[in-house]
């Protein structure tokens, strides 16, 4: 059933909407009933340019209608199946379909609608409009359920002109009425003028489109080099840590076997000498009975005799070569092994240090570039506002906390736990996140930066001023030069100096730029770093000199 109803709408006129009746197919490749499609071109003999009603190309001149013998026996085929009944139920309009105005009883869909008859007609109820010279300048167009908005609610008239004043359609009475004097023109002119507006934001979309899917496409093969180079990279890795695992086992294998060759020299030599040792100590107990003995002969003559006949004593040679080592014996061979650890965990660690260097640019690569441009900048613009609870008491906070001024006396300010209590700086109230960009207007010296939360608020030493240590970020700005400092490494900057200075971060990247702003953008310093917490902005300044968060324009 689902295909004879496909084969029903397949072969119906787009004009009648009913099956085609004598086809003909113009040359775009689109069929008609040959008196549809005659009817339609008539419309066209005075312009000369002839149009098909689905695709709309157009023909020049009048195309020659030839009967398409191939439609015409699919049409009657389809006729003989007894189908058209059912699928004329489909013809009927519905909830959601616009209804012929004209039908009675049960109404028939609208296949179009006539702007100044504000009417709609089904396929029969329309054919006057095609045949008749009556309705040649009435406007067609596809069925609406909205016809009535065309209908002056106040004076019951077509609305024919637009109001360029308020910016509505209007009926011609309204001219005379409410917008008397206003600016007016028919409602087709401000079309024409709109469609050439439309034609070019179209023009500009597809542009911007085409661009998009470019960088998309870009983006997609980077995805894909990022993937092969990082397989790749596993893959070689792991082949290099498994030679580096199998040449250090071979090692502690050669380490191991040199010890026990060595241990087992040892060992040897010192048997050696114990064996001398042991034969020493017998011919020494040997003669200690001797003398044992004669020491106890009782015959003077007797011991005076056997007395010189005793050996002379000779001292051991190997005595005094021994000396005893306890547990030293390979302490040296321990120390270069552990020397070859600390080194290894060296190399390692830097190598790391570099793999993760070369995986925070990658990240980079994949994030959308600086802007180049101060419109491009101001798209991320951020409203900074000061903490007061932050504020050294020598600072005097205004324009709703937006202004900073260093006083020579002190303010009446609690105490509270965030406020500096040696520098003269201030932080912003907010943490700031993903990418942000303000300007600070300022006079004098003054401090441009950005700190953790955490910063220390107390002392007067690096921990706490901004630049001074590895929780701050920070941009010197003196009369005629700048210095950039983080943790307490200062760079001196030969550039321009500009009352306005334009901060860009992008927390996500890990870049923080300074910028002098006039009537271009002049890069002063960059940082590309990793951000481990949000950042607050702040400000240091110099005695009688102010800075100020301004929006900019």
């Not at 689905?54 to 009048?62: G, L, S, Y």
């Not at 695992?245 to 071979?250: P, S, Y």
């Not at 021994?322 to 070859?340: C, G, N, P, Q, Y």
Request: proline fraction near 3%.
């Amino acid at each position: 059933m689902e295909e004879n109803q496909l084969n029903q709408e397949t072969l119906s006129c787009s004009i009648c909407l009913d099956l085609v009746k004598n086809p003909v197919t113009i040359p775009c490749g689109h069929s008609y009933c040959m008196n549809c499609i005659k009817t339609h071109w008539d419309k066209g003999d005075q312009e000369g340019i002839y149009s098909c009603p689905q695709c709309r190309e157009t023909f020049t001149p009048r195309p020659v209608l030839k009967k398409n013998t191939v439609f015409a026996a699919l049409v009657d085929q389809l006729k003989k199946t007894g189908l058209q009944a059912a699928d004329a139920d489909l013809r009927y309009a519905g909830p959601d379909d616009v209804a012929c105005d004209f039908c009675t009883g049960r109404k028939l869909k609208a296949t179009k609608s006539c702007l100044v008859c504000l009417a709609s007609y089904c396929e029969k109820h329309l054919q006057p409009h095609y045949d008749s010279s009556a309705f040649k300048k009435h406007k067609l167009v596809e069925p609406s359920k909205n016809l009535q908005e065309n209908i002056c609610s106040r004076h019951n008239e077509v609305k024919k002109m637009f109001c360029r004043t308020d910016q509505k359609c209007i009926c011609s009475l309204c001219l005379m009425d409410e917008h008397k004097g206003h600016n007016t023109v028919s409602a087709a002119v401000e079309r024409t003028e709109r469609q050439k507006e439309l034609e070019e934001k179209q023009k500009k979309i597809q542009q911007v489109l085409q661009e998009k899917e470019k960088d998309m496409k870009l983006l997609q093969q980077e995805v894909e080099a990022i993937n092969h180079s990082a397989d790749k990279t596993v893959e070689d890795s792991e082949k290099i840590f498994t030679e580096l695992i199998r040449l250090l086992q071979k090692r502690s294998s050669d380490v191991k076997q040199q010890i026990r060759s060595q241990q087992e020299t040892e060992v040897s030599r010192v048997k050696d000498v114990q064996e001398k040792l042991e034969q020493e100590i017998t011919e020494l107990k040997r003669k200690d009975a001797e003398l044992e003995q004669l020491s106890h002969t009782e015959d003077h003559n007797q011991f005076l005799l056997n007395y010189p006949s005793l050996p002379a004593l000779s001292e051991s040679t190997h005595s005094s070569s021994i000396k005893v080592r306890r547990l030293r014996h390979f302490e040296d061979v321990t120390a270069a092994v552990s020397e070859l650890r600390a080194e290894l965990q060296d190399v390692l660690r830097e190598t790391w240090k570099q793999s993760s260097l070369t995986l925070t640019e990658v990240d980079v690569l994949l994030s959308e570039s600086e802007p180049v441009s101060r419109d491009g900048f101001l798209k991320y613009s951020c409203e900074i506002a000061l903490d007061p609870n932050t504020a050294h008491k020598w600072l005097v906070l205004s324009r709703e906390n937006k202004r900073v001024t260093r006083k020579a006396q002190h303010q009446s300010y609690s105490s509270h736990p965030e406020r500096f209590t040696h520098w003269r700086q201030v932080l912003s109230s907010e943490s700031l996140t993903g990418r942000c960009y303000w300007e600070v207007e300022k006079r004098g010296s003054v401090y441009v930066a950005v700190a953790y939360k955490n910063i220390s608020r107390a002392g007067n030493g690096n921990e706490s001023l901004f630049g001074g240590n590895d929780k701050s970020w920070a941009l010197d700005c003196h009369q005629n030069h700048y210095k950039f400092g983080h943790n307490n490494i200062w760079t001196t900057i030969k550039s321009p100096v500009s009352s306005r200075v334009g901060v860009f971060l992008d927390h996500r990247a890990g870049i923080l730029s300074f910028y002098n702003v006039s009537d271009t953008m002049t890069l002063i310093h960059r940082v590309q770093t990793t951000f481990t917490q949000p950042l607050h902005a702040g400000i240091w300044v110099g005695f009688a000199c102010h800075a100020e968060f301004c929006e900019p324009k």
